[in-house]
């Protein structure tokens, strides 16, 4: 069974653009999480979609936003860029959500300048 | 309310020994509490998850304790080896919510 994949890997982008990353659940997980990682702050949830549906959202700004498809892949996109936002974006699938074991991707390292 | 604090932030056990690391949460609603472990340059995997209703559970070497009353839980790794040397993260979640995370503990296992 193929695990969790996103993309792009690398990512570097300055101040002010916006970027969309990508995520591919597991077959035939609903759910999709996303956090973003940094040694600051640890993991933080950014939000959840289960069947198209945003389903839980953590506390970051409006420029964070997402969606998902039919097919469960899940994109997320930050616009206006800021140097904080440097971070590993990690996807999560599961089954059912944060009740159940999430399995985590390799994650995508976006680098702001 | 929604926090998980979790300590120490760093670790350095002598292989063959025991690490422990604790966590508490404030949020009474929260019912399921699992622990990641993640290697560099990987995504965090699920290492070991318990419910409120027990004590503790066993996985191998590792073992959660559940202090519901004290709202703490903690993970022991008996006869830690130079390959449980990651980053550990106790989380908790309820039902429909999601999953907040501690802030990490890096585990060092020296040989």
């Known amino acids: 069974k193929a695990g969790v994949t996103q993309t792009p890997r690398y990512l570097i982008k300055t101040r002010g653009q916006q970027v969309t990353l990508s995520c591919s659940p597991i077959?035939?997980?609903?759910?999709v999480s996303w956090y973003q990682q940094t040694p600051g702050q640890g993991l933080q949830f950014l939000f959840e979609?289960?069947?198209?549906?945003?389903?839980n959202k953590g506390n970051f700004p409006g420029r964070f936003s997402g969606r998902q498809f039919s097919n469960s892949r899940s994109e997320m996109n930050v616009s206006t860029l800021e140097l904080g936002d440097s971070a590993l974006y990690l996807c999560?699938?599961?089954?059912?959500?944060?009740?159940?074991?999430?399995?985590f991707g390799p994650g995508t390292r976006l680098t702001v300048l | 309310q929604q926090q998980v604090k979790q300590s120490p932030q760093s670790l350095i056990v002598q292989k063959g020994g025991i690490s422990i690391i604790n966590c508490a949460y404030e949020?009474?609603?929260?019912?399921?509490f699992p622990w990641y472990q993640q290697f560099p340059g990987k995504g965090p995997a699920l290492l070991i998850a318990?419910?409120?209703?027990?004590s503790e559970k066993k996985e191998g070497r590792f073992t959660i304790s559940f202090n519901k009353s004290a709202k703490q839980f903690s993970l022991h790794i008996m006869d830690s080896q130079p390959g449980d040397s990651a980053t550990y993260f106790c989380?908790?979640?309820?039902?429909?919510?999601?999953?907040?995370f501690g802030q990490g503990t890096e585990l060092s296992v020296k040989p």
């Open positions: 979609y289960f069947s198209e549906t945003q389903r």
């Open positions: 999560a699938s599961s089954l059912l959500g944060a009740y159940n074991e999430q399995f």
């Open positions: 077959s035939g997980h609903r759910s």
């Open positions: 949020n009474t609603a929260f019912d399921y």
């Open positions: 989380a908790a979640s309820n039902q429909g919510g999601k999953l907040i």
């Open positions: 318990i419910r409120p209703d027990v």
